[in-house]
């Protein structure tokens, strides 16, 4: 079976090819950049992804070395994600599939990450640490569903850092700049927020800026942001594998490319036994090989596949709300 998935919850269009072995044929994709200024204006993220659609896609079936026809499946992110965004993507989505005849899968964005993890680590049964613009998340596989131990309560960690970055005039995204500043600095006392087994970051942001204004040196808070938010993380993380008594840790999603973040989550893991796993960086952002991925593994266990005209967009679903067939 191979199967071809197509990303576009956000800033990014990607279109990637699998095959039931789990080898990726092809993971291609374009990045939306804003006209002016910081941050996603959907409506321009949505109409880049149907000015690149059809390029993505000729240029992944040729890295594919295959054609539309070998095709048997076509899957989708369905959600969560901008809803001008989705509806694009579903839109080409089912444009080629009614065009080639192929059936048509809706996925889960977030669950598509952990289950690209799954396959590019080896990780069997971890608790997952889901780190991006838009999602921060402590996840677990328990009693047939992903659970969600953990969550942001306001921002997602990728979004929290872009925002103080966007305050002090660094180049976007912010992440990668804040990571090379904090190497320079030293701690200064930023808010700790963590709410029983929820995060806040809202306000760690709003201090940060506030001490940046008052000319607290950058790399000092860019430091002070990494080590805070990191470890609350990490603390959730770490309550999450006691409960469930799980000794496997899977970090995924954009900001999983971030090594102060890698470091202290591996050191609290392997201090309690257990074993550490970071997705490879080609498919720590956002892509359509995940995409591919989990839709094979849903197509696998269909009888039947869905009807074309009653697939939809599903802007808010969250990762919990997921019937686990595949599993």
């Excluded at 599939?97 to 899968?105: E, G």
């Excluded at 069997?124 to 009693?143: A, C, E, L």
């Excluded at 990571?179 to 963590?194: F, I, M, N, S, T």
């Amino acid at each position: 079976m191979i199967v071809l998935g197509i990303e576009g919850t956000a800033h990014t269009f990607g279109i990637g090819i699998v095959d039931e072995n789990g080898n990726v044929l092809a993971n291609v994709r374009d990045m939306y950049k804003p006209k002016k200024g910081w941050g996603i204006n959907p409506s321009e993220a949505a109409e880049h992804h149907r000015s690149v659609s059809e390029k993505i896609l000729d240029l992944a079936l040729k890295k594919a070395k295959i054609s539309i026809s070998d095709v048997d499946v076509i899957s989708f992110s369905q959600g969560p994600g901008l809803p001008p965004c989705l509806v694009e993507t579903m839109k080409f989505s089912k444009s080629i599939a009614k065009k080639n005849k192929k059936p048509l899968i809706g996925v889960n964005h977030c669950i598509s990450h952990i289950e690209i993890g799954l396959l590019k680590t080896g990780a069997r049964d971890p608790i997952t640490v889901y780190t991006s613009g838009g999602n921060t998340q402590i996840i677990g596989f328990v009693s047939g569903r992903y659970r969600v131990f953990g969550e942001t309560l306001d921002k997602a960690l990728g979004n929290a850092l872009d925002t103080f970055a966007r305050e002090c005039g660094l180049e976007m995204p912010g992440g990668p700049k804040i990571e090379e500043l904090a190497k320079k600095g030293k701690y200064v006392e930023l808010p700790y927020v963590v709410k029983g087994m929820d995060l806040s970051f809202s306000g760690i942001v709003t201090d940060a800026i506030r001490k940046f204004k008052q000319r607290v040196p950058i790399e000092d808070i860019c430091y002070s942001l990494q080590e805070t938010m990191f470890a609350m993380i990490t603390e959730v993380t770490e309550r999450a594998l006691a409960h469930t008594n799980k000794n496997e840790v899977l970090l995924t999603g954009g900001v999983a490319a971030n090594k102060r973040l890698r470091k202290m989550l591996k050191t609290m893991v392997e201090d309690r036994g257990g074993r550490f796993y970071t997705v490879p960086k080609d498919f720590a952002g956002d892509n359509g090989a995940m995409i591919a991925w989990l839709g094979l593994l849903i197509a696998k266990k269909l009888k039947s596949f869905p009807n074309l005209e009653s697939i939809d967009i599903n802007p808010y679903q969250r990762t919990d709300e997921v019937e686990i067939i595949w599993k």
